[in-house]
């Protein structure tokens, strides 16, 4: 089993919809960080959570860290084609860093 | 400035072969990994290297090798590969900046072990 459990899978939206994924843990992290990488590429950092309940936005992404420090959730407004990707979370506790398996998002125009 | 390079891109082994895989970061970074990626399974760490001259195992180093040949260069060596190290292989180097850590990764190295 993940020690970070995303969700969902597989997402296919259209183009201005919103949508929501979901990073989920039993275990305490010091700070969250969502990557996005794209086919043939390695993941590329978005955001950093640090803080339980803070919240980060990062043009149409908004980022929360729940309050406990277990979870996440990425919020996306309005999606565009160019947010096609795999998103990934990863948690850090004691100087260890854990990948969860991601959530493949594709937006058709 | 070029990042993180890995070589090569692709690579197809028939089980028992050896090879290396080479990663070299240009941003004076301390720390570097080396990770594997597999479908439903998320990035898993093999090694890492905290400083040059050091190297530690991750989660998953079983079957694995590394060198930090200098603070440039970090590779990853399979001296038998099995077809279980069929995988995209990424190497990172990682910077502090303001107190949390940032990890750069490389295109990646997709190897198909018969």
């Known amino acids: 089993t993940q020690l970070l459990e995303q969700s969902p899978q597989f997402l296919s939206i259209q183009e201005g919809e919103n949508l929501t994924v979901y990073c989920n843990s039993s275990?305490?992290?010091?700070?969250l960080q969502w990557y996005r990488q794209e086919p043939g590429e390695g993941p590329v950092l978005l955001v950093t959570v640090v803080t339980g309940g803070e919240v980060k936005k990062l043009k149409r992404l908004t980022f929360q860290f729940g309050d406990a420090r277990k979870d996440s959730s990425l919020h996306i407004t309005a999606a565009q084609p160019g947010d096609t990707g795999l998103y990934l979370c990863?948690?850090?506790?004691?100087?260890?860093?854990?990948f969860g398996a991601g959530t493949r998002l594709t937006v058709k125009p | 400035n070029a990042g993180v390079t890995q070589t090569p891109k692709f690579q197809v082994l028939k089980t028992g072969q050896s090879m290396t895989l080479q990663c070299a970061q240009d941003m004076n970074h301390n720390s570097m990994y080396w990770y594997r990626q597999d479908p439903g399974m998320g990035l898993r760490l093999i090694y890492y290297s905290a400083s040059e001259g050091t190297t530690d195992k991750g989660e998953v180093p079983n079957g694995y090798n590394v060198s930090r040949l200098n603070k440039r260069e970090f590779s990853l060596r399979l001296e038998s590969a099995a077809p279980s190290q069929t995988s995209v292989y990424f190497c990172?180097?990682?910077?502090?900046?303001?107190?949390?850590?940032?990890?750069?990764f490389g295109p990646g190295t997709r190897l198909l072990v018969l």
């Open positions: 990863a948690g850090a506790r004691n100087n260890d860093m854990r």
């Open positions: 990172a180097s990682s910077v502090f900046l303001g107190g949390q850590e940032t990890q750069y």
């Open positions: 275990s305490v992290f010091s700070s």
